[in-house]
Each structure stands twice: as C-alpha cells, then as structure tokens.
C-alpha cells in the first residue's frame, strides 16, 4: 500500500471535506433524488437524471478521500530538518534569469496549490529541489523550456 506525505493542516482539510460530504452534500443529495423520483416517470427526468449523476461524483469523492486519508503519511512540519530541503519545508528561490525570488513550501499532491504558495514534492521542481542546501542551482524542464533558480534560503 503507497503511503500518501502530507502535512498535517492537508490531512484537516481532506478529513474535514470528508465530513462535510457525508454529513451535508450527501443527504441534501438523497433528498434531491426523493422529490425527483416523487415527479413519477423517471426516464425523461433531469433532475433525477442530474441527482444520480451528483451521487455517482459524491460517492466517487467520499470514497477517494476515504482512501488518502486512511493512506496518509502524516509528517510533522514543525519538526522538519532545516539543513536541507525536504517535505514540508518552506524554501526562498530567486530566478537565476530574472532575478525574481519566489516562495513555496514543499507538499504532498494533494495539497499542492500555486497561488498560496504549495507545491507538490512529485512536481518537476518539488522532485528537483529535494536534497538541495542553500546556494545550490536547481535546473527544471519547463512547459517553456529550462529555468534555473538559485535556492536562496530554507525558511
């Protein structure tokens, strides 16, 4: 069975989604079945029709998040080595090219979300700055071709 990393604020968030789809989403969805099914002939109704395809996601859902939270690799951030880059830390890059210097912290998959800030561990530059120490350059095969950056600091 694969372990799945993820920090301990990823592994709340996917527990509470969880919760919110067996407790809310679900049952407002079975209701959403019963008052189409109670509109009689169900094969020309759409909002049957609508119902039972939003089941099929929420089931799909519930049972995925099922998965990676029993599957979880809960790693403790807090404790995290500062000497070099690994899961969980926090790392200053500047764009050898432009200069610009950016932010992120290393992530599991599911957690990963660029716009705050978290990449994945799996992502070609989480999987190319692991094991790095500051000074170190990083090269990574972009959609656009190659970038270097310059790891600056572990945060």
Do not use: W
């Amino acid at each position: 069975m694969e372990r799945i990393p993820i920090t301990k604020e990823g592994y709340e968030h996917l527990k509470k989604e969880l919760e919110q789809l067996k407790s809310v989403e679900r049952p407002k969805n079975i209701e959403a079945i019963e008052v189409a099914r109670a509109h009689g002939d169900l094969s020309e109704n759409a909002e049957y029709d609508a119902a039972k395809e939003r089941q099929s996601f929420l089931e799909g859902r519930i049972s995925e998040l099922s998965y990676k939270l029993a599957n979880a690799d809960v790693i403790d951030t807090s404790r995290v080595a500062r000497d070099k880059v690994v899961f969980g830390c926090r790392i200053l890059l500047e764009n050898v090219d432009s200069g610009d210097e950016v932010t992120y912290q290393l992530v599991g998959p599911d957690e990963s979300d660029i716009s705050k800030g978290k990449i994945s561990v799996s992502s070609p530059l989480g999987r190319a700055i692991l094991g790095k120490v500051p000074g170190d350059e990083v090269v990574v095969d972009a959609p656009g071709g190659k970038r270097c950056y310059e790891l600056v600091d572990i945060l």
